[in-house]
């Protein structure tokens, strides 16, 4: 265990080296079935700075400002590098998150979780009504501007 060798918890650098290390054996052990999956990792580094790293099957992982994984993630991709910004508030970040989900999402918000990673490391899931609200006004305010692009053309 890295806790019992270092007297520390481990880096979010370390876990994702560490399972993408796990991932990439499987891809030449012999009888053993490759992982078919990607991952997203989370946490923080010793400023309180929140990390994010992406691992995948064939054992390599990035560490990214945000990112998507799965079916239509290019599309969530393009929106992240095309609105994210440094420093922006909590409900600014959610917003912009709900966003960009709602570019390939049913807008009622049941396909959404929205899990929160506040400063002192805790981990708070916002309620399915708060979520769903979100996602209505949000998608309400993505139509109008659509409405508002389409009558200036």
Known sequence: SYRLNVEDQPTV????RYI??????????????PFG???????????KKPQL???DPSGSFNSWKAAAIGRNSKTVTDYLEKNYKEDMAEQETID??????????????KN????????DGT????EDTVVEDLCKSLDEGLEKARQQQQQRA
Do not use: F, H
Not at 112 to 119: A, D, F, G, Q, R
């Open 13 to 16: 650098d370390y876990v994702a």
């Open 96 to 109: 912009m998150a709900i966003r960009a989900l709602l570019e390939v999402v049913d807008p009622s918000g």
């Open 123 to 126: 981990l708070v899931m916002l």
């Open 53 to 55: 790293y992406q691992t």
């Open 37 to 47: 999956i990607s991952t997203l990792i989370i946490g923080q580094n010793e400023n």
């Open 20 to 33: 993408a290390g796990v991932q990439q054996q499987y891809t030449y052990k012999g009888g053993a079935r």
């Open 112 to 119: 959404v979780e929205v899990c929160l990673m506040k400063p």
